[in-house]
């Protein structure tokens, strides 16, 4: 196993983050910076495979440094959060706004944070820019019927996908005629609080999808923890609790194939940043079908992973950056 290279950032004094990497014999402690500020330069200067920092850290704040890390040095980042309840949902929240790959609470599991840390290590990031009013489209596969009007829009993500998505709903125009599905890869426990985010941010409604119910437009319904978001022959939620597909529950490309099934040529596929390539049997459903399938492009995805796997296997109609999401969705809910 190769050693991996952590940078800790803990207030000084603390050494409960540091003591952790140096007794694990898979991970080496590259140094231990006191506050933010000192986590920016010896990012700079060290180049370490990860980054552990506290939330509570001084000296210039986690999510500062954090944002600052990603936009000059992009580096893996996992926040471990002091927070409790509320607060523990608006600063995981923060972490995944300013580019952090993963946000866990402390205590955490010995050996769950190090497989963490070394899970977001092997993740190839892009450096952050900042998001400009609009983007050019690159379309990728053109074909018949492929971009006519949409009766449903089905959305996966991953790493980098809950700020994504933020962004999104933060521009998505108020009284959309087609209901929205979100599959998120997130930490068990943590899905309430991102939805709450996401309601903060703009006018649709984002709620835990449940059981049996209509699927009405202008909602958000996101898959819960640990259950697959499928879709009934009636178009109401059917929340399945069969295998993990390619090690994920819920999988996105679960859901992506019952809106195929169910939408057929009205299905509008957005895939967004995350590792792996969850997502792409799914989306060759709705590809087949005639739906719309959009990828997020490189330069404003955090992890191009699933994006990129969707786009090689060919089945991508267009690709866009994450500013032009939003109102392309919105112009082919309206086309409908």
Not at 7 to 26: F, H, K, Y
Not at 229 to 257: K, Q
Not at 273 to 282: A, I, L, T, Y
Request: aromatic share 4%; hydrophobic share 45%.
């Amino acid at each position: 196993m190769t050693m991996l290279r952590v940078l800790v950032v803990e207030n000084d004094g603390e050494r409960r983050l540091a003591e952790l990497i140096e007794g694990d014999p898979s991970t080496e402690l590259a140094a231990v910076a006191a506050t933010g500020r000192q986590a920016v330069a010896l990012t700079r200067r060290l180049h370490p495979d990860a980054i552990l920092m506290a939330s509570n850290v001084l000296g210039g704040n986690a999510f500062d440094a954090t944002r600052e890390i990603m936009t000059l040095a992009p580096t893996p980042i996992v926040l471990v959060l002091d927070e409790f309840g509320a607060g523990a949902d608006r600063a995981r929240a923060k972490a995944h706004e300013a580019g952090a790959l993963a946000a866990v609470p402390f205590p955490a599991q010995k050996v769950d944070l190090i497989d963490t840390v070394r899970a977001m290590a092997a993740v190839h990031l892009v450096r952050r820019r900042p998001l400009r009013a609009e983007g050019p489209a690159h379309t990728v596969s053109p074909r018949r019927g492929a971009h006519h009007g949409a009766t449903v829009v089905a959305i996966g993500a991953s790493t980098g996908g809950p700020a994504a998505l933020r962004t999104i709903f933060a521009t998505m125009p108020a009284g959309l005629e087609a209901p929205i599905l979100v599959t998120q890869h997130i930490s068990t426990g943590f899905s309430e609080g991102m939805v709450n985010w996401w309601n903060s941010a703009g006018p649709l409604r984002a709620k835990i999808a449940e059981q049996g119910e209509a699927l009405c437009n202008g909602t958000i319904y996101v898959a819960p923890d640990d259950r697959h978001l499928t879709i009934s022959a009636d178009h109401a939620v059917a929340l399945s609790n069969a295998p993990a597909s390619g090690g994920h529950r819920p999988s996105a490309s679960v859901m992506f194939r019952s809106v195929a099934e169910r939408f057929g040529a009205g299905a509008y596929a957005v895939i967004l940043s995350g590792m792996g390539r969850d997502g792409v049997d799914g989306l060759e459903f709705i590809h087949r079908a005639g739906g719309t399938v959009c990828a997020q492009d490189e330069a404003s995805s955090a992890v191009f992973g699933m994006p990129k796997a969707a786009i090689d296997a060919g089945i991508v109609d267009i690709v866009l950056p994450l500013d032009s999401i939003s109102r392309r969705i919105a112009d082919a809910v309206a086309a409908s």
